[in-house]
């Protein structure tokens, strides 16, 4: 009984061992993306119990050029498996690869897609959606708070400007 109680220790521990690593490869796969200052979206798609494991994508977005400039890709079980850089998408425009999303989500959830289409608004709990498809929604809902926010902040200043002209007049 002891025997057994020692395994499973010794199984905890080369779990949490194997966890750090994976942690560490994702957050360097991360960080040697952001240090180029390019706006990322993560997308993640468990694997259930295939052995093919699921799949994490990292796209790296140019903000001015709006292509994508990296992605890296982790598929298959991940302690085995370490982020490869992935050129396909490299310099293709977001709708282009939002179409390639689209096809590579349809043929991963071929069932449920043939009963009700890839929809932009639609919750996916289960992390069922393509990774690819995932981290282009992640770039969209970035995009779209910058925008809100550059937004927000040009209608304040035209607020303090207005209030600064109007102070002035009623100071003369």
Not at 84 to 90: D, K, R
Not at 138 to 158: G, I, M, P, V
Request: glycine residues 8%; contains cysteine; charged residues 30%.
């Amino acid at each position: 009984m002891i025997y057994l109680a020692f395994a499973a220790f010794v199984m905890m521990v080369l779990q949490s061992l194997l966890t750090y690593f994976q942690y560490r490869n994702y957050q360097k796969a991360v960080d040697s993306m952001r240090e180029k200052g390019k706006l990322l979206g993560i997308g993640l798609r468990k694997g259930g119990f295939n052995l093919k494991g699921g799949s994490i994508v990292i796209l790296g977005l140019d903000r001015d050029t709006k292509q994508i400039v990296d992605c890296k890709k982790l598929e298959g079980i991940a302690i085995w498996k370490r982020f490869e850089a992935i050129t396909l998408y490299n310099g293709l425009s977001l709708k282009e690869v939002r179409e390639i999303g689209i096809a590579e989500d349809y043929e991963i959830n071929r069932r449920q897609r043939e009963k009700a289409a890839y929809s932009l608004g639609a919750l996916d709990k289960k992390r069922k959606k393509g990774a690819l498809i995932q981290a282009i929604e992640a770039l969209d809902k970035r995009l779209l708070s910058e925008a809100t926010a550059k937004r927000y902040q040009e209608q304040r200043n035209a607020q303090r400007e207005k209030s600064d002209e109007t102070l002035t007049i009623l100071a003369q």
